[in-house]
């Protein structure tokens, strides 16, 4: 650690794991969006803007988590905490706003648009669009882990999924703006 402190002096400000509100947060993020991709909900009235603006919202959103990211693996890299955790929390802020946004798009859009791509295209398209699906699942709870054991001091808990987290968490981020504009041409 930074000025010659050790991992061991790190006083945990918490013990708890919050794992149960964390599980619950994870599940019902991924059932909302489950939901509405394969239920039949959403509004159906008439939207007074133009939504097809929102998925670059969503790209640009992706796009600063992403640099967070970076940002914040460079801190702790050069051992500063303050700011590691100031990115981490930028971060956060963006993908939740990306959340809200992205939600928002789903639940007003009559239909999702269509990949229109041909050829070699199509199935790198969808390669990167399903790994990026699952691992955006997968990403929720490993995030809110590391966030928890980090902002208590669990210093080893917050290390040991944080070197998962970090890498899963850039890929989605990343993938996200490379989905966007593979489909920018069919919204």
Do not use: C
């Amino acid at each position: 650690m930074s000025n010659g402190i050790k991992e061991s002096d790190y006083v945990p400000t918490s013990k708890k794991n919050f794992a149960g509100i964390i599980i619950t947060v994870s599940l019902i993020a991924n059932v909302i969006i489950l939901l509405l991709f394969f239920a039949p909900v959403g509004y159906n009235g008439e939207v007074q803007f133009d939504y097809t603006v929102l998925p670059r919202i969503n790209a640009v959103l992706n796009s600063f988590t992403f640099i967070f990211l970076v940002a914040a693996l460079v801190a702790i890299m050069k051992k500063n905490i303050k700011i590691h955790k100031r990115f981490v929390i930028a971060a956060f802020t963006s993908t939740l706003l990306f959340l809200v946004t992205y939600l928002t798009f789903h639940y007003i859009s009559p239909e999702t648009a269509k990949f229109g791509g041909e050829g070699f295209i199509r199935p790198v398209y969808f390669t990167i669009l399903i790994t990026h699906s699952f691992l955006a699942a997968v990403i929720v709870p490993l995030a809110l882990f590391s966030l928890v054991w980090g902002w208590t001091m669990q210093v080893a808990k917050h290390r040991k999924i944080a070197r998962w987290t970090m890498p899963i968490w850039l890929y989605v981020s990343f993938t996200g703006v490379i989905v966007y504009l593979m489909m920018a041409p069919y919204y």
